[in-house]
């Protein structure tokens, strides 16, 4: 089992930034993927981004490409989420999650999650 605790959401105004954090606990973590999917009220979970165990390989979706930077600190077992240049469209419930695999945008292929932490951007 995997434990995954974010942290950090909040209220900013657009074109400010912040940085989610994602703790994670439990089995070893060696050769996981960690990625981030986002909730805004009435849409579906989206991917926004994930990275390879050694942070070698990085994925974004395309409207975040170039705004947000994921990174990961495989000794803290700690999950990061550098968002700049915020925008009110990216208001949503971040979620942290994690897979022993390649990295997918599939929601569904990732068995472990965490509670999510809200992110508002005000216009």
């Known amino acids: 089992q995997v434990q995954l605790v974010e942290s950090g959401g909040g209220l900013v105004q657009a074109g400010e930034s912040l940085r989610l954090s994602c703790a994670a606990s439990?089995?070893?973590?060696?050769?996981?993927?960690m990625g981030w999917f986002r909730q805004a009220p009435g849409h579906v979970r989206e991917f926004v981004g994930g990275?390879?165990?050694?942070?070698?390989?990085?994925s974004y979706a395309d409207d975040v490409k170039g705004r947000f930077t994921i990174s990961r600190d495989t000794g803290q077992n700690m999950l990061f989420l550098q968002m700049s240049s915020l925008k009110p469209e990216d208001t949503a419930i971040y979620y942290c999650?994690?897979?022993?695999?390649?990295?997918?945008?599939?929601?569904?292929?990732?068995?472990?999650w965490g509670q999510g932490t809200q992110v508002t951007v005000s216009s």
């Open positions: 439990g089995r070893t973590l060696a050769y996981s993927v």
């Open positions: 990275i390879t165990w050694n942070g070698g390989v990085t």
């Open positions: 999650a994690c897979r022993f695999g390649s990295i997918t945008r599939k929601k569904d292929m990732y068995p472990y």
